[in-house]
């Protein structure tokens, strides 16, 4: 071919980078730039190329070229920044973002990616950058969806990154995966109202995976009842994490000469795959596609598929979307209805979901166990002693909770400080998010009518940090509107009781089913204005507490949260109900 001058090469490879031709492009801009190696324009389409086809490492190299050639072209370190953000460069990242925000800035792109790289390290600069940004451009989909997260999860403000959320649900742009985040998080937020939640999930289905279609094909399946049946368990928490040590106890207990077990798991990290193998046929399925996985499962032969994620990290919904079990439900991991057409029942209990009261809160059908929909597993090869209520030993009475910082909701912190007002000599534990979100806390307390020095903020910490931790405290105080779950457990487990406030729904009775499985109805309050008076009479009673501290353990041991083998008993008889009923309708 002959040799053709390095623009009219440039102009060729723009045309095929138009015509969506990248492989292409980038050998025509490899060539210009072998006539002109510092050609800006050839590195620029050479970069953009490379990304175009995820060769993010070469397309950095070429746009570090061209921003050296071309130093003043925002949208080259825009888009430097951008892919060095994404490959975890974070501090080059930093660099390129402020290079484009001193040509201009009022650059969208750029506030928001600095915002996020500098949330966690420096929030009053990052807070600013996405209000700008947010005044700027407040449809923006991107940003908004970032204002949220930083709001929820390290700001810890749940209440505005509800707002945000719904205001980015609204767009209708969103794609599944980040629209169980933002169902997550509403949770959180104590502006934010049991219906409309609810509302939000079946449109969430409706839109992502009830088009799925629920094509399964069972015509082979033995629907015969009296067989032994095979029992898939759904999660990406088959690890350290509550669901994991929930499914354990389930695995170990349920009777396995009635159920074959295979469990599912949706993380890369198979450290608990030998605890599992001991009960259960293991197959990792993380990065595997939806195709790959529901043949897995129909391979496997699975009667009922239990889905342990709910809207959270790493679930699967678009797996179980396409029905590839004949029965689908859903248990423990995800305190709310996950919308589906496709999960059949989700497992409570009748203190989380009275009886009459809840239904019309859950696109699955309830099915409510006799007292706990879950069963609690202590901290397992940690032992930590137990010391009797500070209170008692001279110190000032301590409330304290140390659940997820960012259940302390606004709700939260009202309702707390009008407690501490009330009782001035006491003062409140809490752990933070981040030093930043520390001193929010501090600040909203205060706000609230709280004295600063009846505030004490820890950082998080080891497991036994955390159950020392314990000893420090006189009375929790369960969050809402999304409660305490296994952390409530571990309270009780460390002689701490819990005072909780009776919610609408599941995700504000936790409290109330743990204490109702204890005993404690006396720690349950119908409104804020017993929840405080309870708490100052609770306060004024070190004796109780006392003999709290020394049987609260074995007052757990001997409930129905741990309760194991007639937990496993219950949830097996369930589990042939459903099959039961499964095949009188083939039949």
């Given amino acids: 071919m002959p040799n053709q001058d390095s623009q009219a090469l440039l102009s060729r490879a723009k045309e095929r980078a138009e015509a969506g031709d990248f492989s292409q492009a980038i050998e025509l801009s490899k060539r210009c730039l072998d006539q002109e ?17 995820n060769r993010n490492d070469a397309a950095i190299q070429a746009l570090e070229k061209a921003s050296k050639a071309k130093s003043n072209d ?22 390129a973002f402020k290079g484009c925000l001193e040509l201009n800035p009022s650059h969208i792109e750029a506030m928001r990616h600095m915002a996020n790289l500098t949330i966690d ?38 209440n505005l990154g509800a707002h945000l959320f719904r205001r ?13 985040i933002a169902l997550q998080a509403l949770n959180y937020a104590s502006n934010q109202d049991p219906k409309t939640l609810a509302r939000l999930h079946l449109e969430w289905a409706a839109q992502h995976t009830n088009p799925l279609g629920q094509a399964a094909c069972f015509k082979n399946h033995d629907f015969r009842a009296n067989r032994s049946l095979r029992v898939g368990l759904l999660s990406a928490d088959f690890c350290q994490h509550p669901v994991g040590r929930f499914a354990l106890v389930l695995c170990h207990h349920i009777n396995r000469n009635q159920f074959e077990l295979f469990v599912y798991s949706n993380n890369k990290q198979d450290v608990f795959k030998k605890s599992f193998e001991s009960f259960a046929s293991w197959r990792n399925i993380f990065d595997r596609k939806d195709d790959t996985v529901i043949e897995q499962i129909t391979d496997d032969r699975i009667d009922i598929l239990l889905d342990l994620s709910g809207h959270t990290k790493g679930a699967r919904l678009a797996v179980l979307g396409q029905r590839p079990a004949p029965v689908q439900a859903s248990v423990f991991a995800y305190p709310n209805t996950t919308g589906m057409a496709a999960i059949d ?23 409510r166990m006799p007292h706990t929909p879950w069963v609690y597993l202590p901290p397992q090869k940690v032992s930590v002693s137990l010391e009797t209520p500070p209170s008692t030993n001279g110190k000032p009475f301590t409330f304290g909770c140390l659940n997820n910082p960012f259940k302390t909701s606004h709700a939260c912190i009202h309702l707390w400080a009008q407690l501490l007002k009330r009782i001035p000599e006491t003062r409140l534990i809490l752990q933070q998010l981040n030093d930043g979100h520390g001193q929010r806390l501090r600040d909203w307390f205060a706000e609230a009518g709280a004295s600063p020095e009846q505030i004490d903020i820890r950082p998080k910490g080891s497991v036994t940090y955390f159950l020392k931790l314990h000893n420090e405290i006189d009375l929790m105080l369960d969050p809402f509107p999304y409660n305490g779950g296994v952390t409530t457990g571990d309270a009780f487990w460390m002689g701490v009781p819990l005072l909780c406030l009776e919610g609408e729904t599941y995700v504000s009775r936790q409290g109330v089913m743990q204490n109702k499985c204890l005993g404690l109805e006396a720690f349950i309050a119908r409104d804020e204005r017993e929840f405080i008076e309870k708490a100052v009479q609770i306060s004024n009673n070190p004796d109780m507490l006392t003999q709290l501290r020394q049987n609260l353990r074995g007052m757990l041991q001997r409930s129905p ?21 499964r095949c009188s309708e083939e039949n």
């Fill in 37 to 53: 190696s510092a050609h800006a324009e050839a590195l620029i389409l050479l970069g953009r190329s490379l990304a175009m086809l």
């Fill in 74 to 95: 925002i949208e080259v370190l825009n888009l430097l920044g951008h892919l060095l953000y994404h490959s975890g460069r974070n501090k080059e990242a930093k660099d």
């Fill in 121 to 158: 390290s420096d929030q009053t600069n990052a807070l600013h950058l996405f209000n700008r940004a947010y005044t700027l451009a407040p449809y923006h989909y991107d940003l908004l969806f970032d204002y949220a997260w930083g709001m929820t999860y390290s700001v810890g403000d749940t």
């Fill in 168 to 180: 980015w649900i609204a767009l209708a742009q969103s794609t599944a995966d980040r629209g169980s």
């Fill in 345 to 367: 029942y989700r497992i409570s209990d009748p203190h989380s979901d009275p009886p009459g009261q809840t239904e019309a809160f859950w696109a699955e059908k309830l099915e």
């Fill in 561 to 581: 949260l741990m309760d194991y083998s007639g937990y496993a008993l219950e949830f097996g008889g369930m589990l042939q109900r459903w099959w039961t009923k």
